[in-house]
């Protein structure tokens, strides 16, 4: 054969080579089972990575699951176990499918920072529970048993660092530093809140008297007719107007002057009739409020 047919033909056949070891590579590719079909419907296999950590670092413990689809539904395939004292960070669990079998994988990273955890010496083995496979095949109910590898914690702790501890202190921090003193900032600010909690005080006096002045004021008018009445009642000796005319004024004195307005009334229903001079007496001194 001569030379330019060979090299077609070495071409197509590295090309065929190439194409099987894609192939292969797609149906095993990294992170599947190493596990082989056997004579039982599942087969599993338990790994933890890294086996040989340092203390503190985290660890994938991941489980695959080989199930025959002829005699178990992938679906039905239940994994338990247990690693305490780690903590369960995260899981994630997924079926994959080739041909007649399919992958059960469950991943879940753990870490453990506690005390139980670190070494007392060069490192610390752990021993995890079992990790227990459950599926159905037919109607029987099944359960396979796989071991966890032994966990071999290193501690971070060297001899060197045992034999010769130090002590490290951080440098103190600089002195701070401001642009205005903070005790004077701060006698300062009470200065002025004493400053402003007067002036609210001020101007709180202020607005009161000054609604008990407009109050008044707009009494005034009705309180001269009241007093005038109980002037001319005093006068021509009607005993029922005296009464009249001094629970009126007490009921307009109740938001002036509250002792006056108690006592324009207990004059008003007092058992005895009213007297001319005590209703003067309360008259003058009732004016004397409106004009102050």
Not at 76 to 96: C, D, E, K, W
Not at 242 to 265: I, K, M, P
């Amino acid at each position: 054969m001569s030379r330019r047919r060979l090299l077609p033909a070495a071409a197509l056949a590295l090309f065929g080579a190439l194409a099987a070891a894609f192939l292969f590579a797609v149906l095993h590719r990294p992170g599947g089972t190493s596990v082989r079909p056997g004579p039982h419907a599942v087969s599993v296999q338990a790994r933890l990575s890294p086996q040989d950590p340092q203390f503190g670092d985290t660890v994938r413990a991941s489980a695959e699951v080989l199930v025959d689809r002829k005699r178990v539904d992938p679906r039905s395939i239940r994994l338990r176990t247990g690693f305490a004292p780690y903590h369960l960070l995260s899981v994630r669990r997924s079926i994959r499918t080739s041909g007649g079998y399919s992958v059960v994988r469950l991943e879940q990273l753990l870490r453990c920072l506690n005390v139980l955890c670190v070494p007392s010496g060069a490192r610390k083995t752990f021993r995890f529970e079992p990790l227990l496979v459950t599926y159905r095949e037919g109607s029987a109910r099944k359960t396979v048993a796989t071991a966890w590898p032994v966990l071999r914690v290193h501690s971070r702790v060297a001899a060197a660092d045992l034999s010769h501890p130090v002590l490290r202190v951080p440098p103190a921090a600089p002195p701070s530093s401001y642009r205005l003193s903070p005790t004077v900032t701060g006698y300062t600010l009470l200065a002025v809140a004493a400053v402003l909690a007067l002036a609210g005080a001020v101007l709180a006096l202020r607005a009161g008297l000054g609604l008990r002045a407009t109050r008044l004021r707009r009494r005034e008018p009705l309180l001269d007719r009241i007093l005038g009445e109980l002037a001319a009642a005093a006068s021509n000796g009607d005993i029922r107007r005296r009464r009249q005319a001094l629970e009126q004024l007490a009921c307009e004195l109740e938001h002036v002057d509250g002792a006056l307005s108690t006592e324009s009334r207990a004059l008003a229903w007092a058992p005895g009739d009213p007297q001319a001079d005590s209703i003067s007496e309360l008259t003058t001194r009732v004016r004397a409020v409106m004009a102050s």
